[in-house]
């Protein structure tokens, strides 16, 4: 493609060069430059992409879109200088691979907790119904059946409309995606055409990134303020977030709710360990989820649907048969008479309705021991409030490491016990291996106990330095179930 035909959605601001130039592809990162590529630099939260220029060209990049202009401008190569390279770069993804978003009807889905479910229930709701889907989320990527692994909850720009562009070749109809604060605030879904946006709740996370929560909503919210017209705005009306996210948007705005009058309503009715029973609109309906918080997430899958042109009584038909996403309230019956739940708690809020969740299961009649810890190099604040939601709901508590990355784990454990008071500490053990802590937690449990295994759900690696150490909490509790 034609370097000027890529510049049609952004101004620049300065040119040097041929824009005739043919492109071969377009990247932000100069180690993945290939001949006739254009290298966009980008300032990142780490380096300025812009000291990598020479790199790209030597690589042989033969277009530049950078916002400052380098002294000297190399021979043969076009220079475009733009205001924002992180806007541009999704724009012109965007158009080097054909506009992919708006061959498909692709809808986005925001929010602290929840995306994951709501994104991935979606995509098996539509496969079920005989559509051909994609499905973009923290888990792993999918192009109908084709998984392919997933290293971010929304994928860089370029990676992002790559996937996209092969979901239309694949002759995809629908494409179901999570759209990260981290991806909304650096632009990764700029030039992207969504039919529909969901949000389901705001609490504490990534102060680390953000800063203040109001950064931390206000990204949120550039997502709804950039949909289009006819596109449509799904919100939680019992979140107190909820009407702030749609207040400037240009969508349809529905909403969903389990308290209060919305467009699309659910009332649990029922609930037990292998699911519950719900009143969606007026009509009953049996689900294989269990948490309150899922009959919200299961109303925004709903309302979706039917804004998505389905049948509400197919929609309901589908949706009992589906089934609880890998590493989310996930169950494993032990041979002892014990529960373990698998869950990627890793917020307070999250800590606190999974263990909401079990509680109103087992309606007092066992135990819950709860593993837990909090990531490394990431948000410091949320960790004594996670202790404090863990101790509040468990009869013991296992505080133990995460993915600890660049951090020594037990300054992580030690900022979690400072939310805790001497009597609140009588409940708690510190183990700083993983598999130590799930070991002993199990080895606590009687017949009719849970044990929660908190914050890494689907996740098979344990991140130590740098380095991802295979690591799954379901296969160490499987092979425990086994032993004991
Ligand atoms: C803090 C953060 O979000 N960082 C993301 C950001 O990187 P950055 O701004 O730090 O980039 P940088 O390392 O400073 O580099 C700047 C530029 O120089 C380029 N570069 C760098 C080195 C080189 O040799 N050559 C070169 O060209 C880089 O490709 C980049 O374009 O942009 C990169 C490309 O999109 C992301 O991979 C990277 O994700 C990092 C690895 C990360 O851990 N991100 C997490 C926090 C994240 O994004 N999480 C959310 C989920 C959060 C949630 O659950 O809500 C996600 O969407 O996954
Ligand atoms: N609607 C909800 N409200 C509160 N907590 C929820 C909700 N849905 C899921 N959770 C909890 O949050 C955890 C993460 O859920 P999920 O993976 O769907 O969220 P996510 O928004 O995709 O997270 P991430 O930001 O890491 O991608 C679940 O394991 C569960 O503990
Ligand atoms: N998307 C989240 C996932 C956190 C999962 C938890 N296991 C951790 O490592 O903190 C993040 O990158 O902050
Ligand atoms: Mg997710």
Same mark, same amino acid.
């Given at each position: 493609?034609?370097?000027?035909?890529?510049?049609?959605?952004?101004?620049?601001?300065?040119?040097?060069?041929?824009?005739?130039?043919?492109?071969?592809?377009?990247?932000?990162?100069?180690?993945?430059?290939?001949?006739?590529?254009?290298?966009?630099?980008?300032?990142?939260?780490?380096?300025?992409?812009?000291?990598?220029?020479?790199?790209?060209?030597?690589?042989?990049?033969?277009?530049?879109?950078?916002?400052?202009?380098?002294?000297?401008?190399?021979?043969?190569?076009?220079?475009?200088?733009?205001?924002?390279?992180?806007?541009?770069?999704?724009?012109?993804?965007?158009?080097?691979?054909?506009?992919?978003? $708006?061959?498909?009807? +692709?809808?986005? /889905?925001? @929010?602290?907790?929840?995306?994951? =479910?709501?994104?991935? !229930?979606? &995509?098996?709701?539509?496969?079920?119904?005989?559509?051909?889907?994609?499905?973009?989320?923290?888990?792993?990527?999918?192009?109908?059946?084709?998984?392919?692994?997933?290293?971010?909850?929304?994928?860089?720009?370029?990676?992002?409309?790559?996937?996209?562009?092969?979901?239309?070749?694949?002759?995809?109809?629908?494409?179901?995606?999570?759209?990260?604060?981290?991806?909304?605030?650096?632009? $990764?879904?700029?030039? +992207?055409?969504? /039919?529909? @946006?969901?949000?389901?709740?705001? =609490?504490?996370?990534? !102060?680390? &990134?953000?800063?203040?929560?109001?950064?931390?909503?206000?990204?949120?919210?550039?997502?709804?303020?950039?949909?289009?017209?006819?596109?449509?705005?799904?919100?939680?009306?019992?979140?107190?977030?909820?009407?702030?996210?749609?207040?400037?948007?240009?969508?349809?705005?529905?909403?969903?709710?389990?308290?209060?009058?919305?467009?699309?309503?659910?009332?649990?009715?029922?609930?037990?360990?292998?699911?519950?029973? +719900?009143?969606?609109?007026?009509?009953?309906?049996?689900?294989?989820?269990?948490?309150?918080?899922?009959?919200?997430?299961?109303?925004?899958?709903?309302?979706?649907?039917?804004?998505?042109?389905?049948?509400?009584?197919?929609?309901?038909?589908?949706?009992?048969?589906?089934?609880?996403?890998?590493?989310?309230?996930?169950?494993?019956?032990?041979?002892?008479?014990?529960?373990?739940?698998?869950?990627?708690?890793?917020?307070?809020?999250?800590?606190?309705?999974?263990?909401?969740?079990?509680?109103?299961?087992?309606?007092?009649?066992?135990?819950?021991?709860?593993?837990?810890?909090?990531?490394?190099?990431?948000?410091?604040?949320?960790?004594?409030?996670?202790?404090?939601?863990?101790?509040?709901?468990?009869?013991?508590?296992?505080?133990?490491?995460?993915?600890?990355?660049?951090?020594?784990?037990?300054?992580?454990?030690?900022?979690?016990?400072?939310?805790?008071?001497?009597?609140?500490?009588?409940?708690?053990?510190?183990?700083?291996?993983?598999?130590?802590?799930?070991?002993?937690?199990?080895?606590?449990?009687?017949?009719?106990?849970?044990?929660?295994?908190?914050?890494?759900?689907?996740?098979?690696?344990?991140?130590?330095?740098?380095?991802?150490?295979?690591?799954?909490?379901?296969?160490?509790?499987?092979?425990?179930?086994?032993?004991?």
């Amino acid at each position: 493609m034609k370097l000027n035909e890529l510049l049609k959605n952004i101004k620049p601001i300065g040119i040097t060069g041929d824009t005739d130039t043919e492109i071969t592809g377009v990247n932000i990162d100069s180690r993945l430059i290939a001949a006739g590529q254009l290298f966009v630099a980008m300032k990142g939260t780490q380096v300025d992409g812009h000291q990598f220029i020479s790199k790209a060209i030597e690589q042989g990049a033969a277009a530049v879109l950078c916002e400052d202009m380098p002294e000297s401008v190399a021979a043969g190569v076009t220079f475009v200088q733009v205001t924002s390279t992180e806007d541009a770069a999704g724009k012109v993804a965007t158009l080097f691979y054909r506009d992919p978003s $708006r061959k498909l009807k +692709l809808v986005g /889905v925001t @929010g602290t907790n929840g995306k994951t =479910t709501v994104a991935t !229930l979606l &995509y098996n709701m539509f496969r079920a119904m005989g559509y051909k889907c994609g499905l973009l989320s923290t888990v792993c990527n999918y192009i109908e059946d084709e998984a392919i692994a997933a290293d971010h909850t929304t994928p860089d720009p370029i990676e992002l409309n790559q996937l996209l562009h092969r979901m239309v070749e694949a002759g995809c109809e629908y494409a179901f995606m999570e759209c990260s604060s981290h991806a909304i605030a650096q632009r $990764r879904i700029s030039g +992207l055409s969504f /039919v529909g @946006g969901i949000f389901t709740n705001l =609490t504490r996370d990534h !102060l680390d &990134y953000h800063k203040t929560f109001e950064n931390y909503r206000n990204a949120k919210k550039s997502f709804f303020d950039g949909l289009p017209k006819t596109a449509f705005a799904i919100t939680n009306a019992d979140d107190r977030n909820g009407m702030i996210m749609v207040q400037n948007t240009k969508a349809t705005v529905k909403t969903y709710s389990t308290r209060v009058a919305a467009d699309f309503k659910g009332k649990l009715l029922e609930c037990h360990f292998e699911g519950m029973y +719900l009143e969606i609109d007026g009509r009953e309906v049996g689900v294989q989820f269990i948490g309150k918080f899922n009959v919200s997430n299961l109303l925004a899958v709903y309302g979706a649907a039917v804004m998505l042109g389905k049948r509400p009584e197919d929609v309901l038909v589908v949706l009992s048969t589906l089934h609880s996403v890998r590493g989310r309230l996930e169950p494993i019956h032990c041979a002892v008479g014990y529960t373990a739940i698998v869950d990627y708690a890793h917020t307070p809020d999250a800590l606190a309705n999974v263990l909401n969740a079990i509680h109103e299961v087992l309606d007092g009649k066992g135990k819950v021991i709860t593993v837990c810890g909090a990531g490394g190099n990431r948000d410091k604040g949320k960790r004594p409030l996670m202790a404090q939601e863990a101790v509040r709901q468990s009869n013991k508590v296992i505080i133990t490491s995460d993915n600890p990355r660049f951090e020594n784990p037990q300054d992580i454990i030690n900022d979690m016990l400072e939310g805790l008071n001497s009597r609140q500490r009588e409940k708690v053990l510190s183990i700083v291996d993983r598999r130590e802590a799930i070991r002993t937690a199990c080895m606590l449990a009687h017949k009719g106990d849970v044990v929660l295994i908190a914050g890494k759900g689907h996740e098979d690696y344990q991140e130590i330095q740098g380095v991802k150490h295979h690591f799954d909490d379901r296969e160490v509790v499987e092979q425990l179930a086994v032993n004991q």
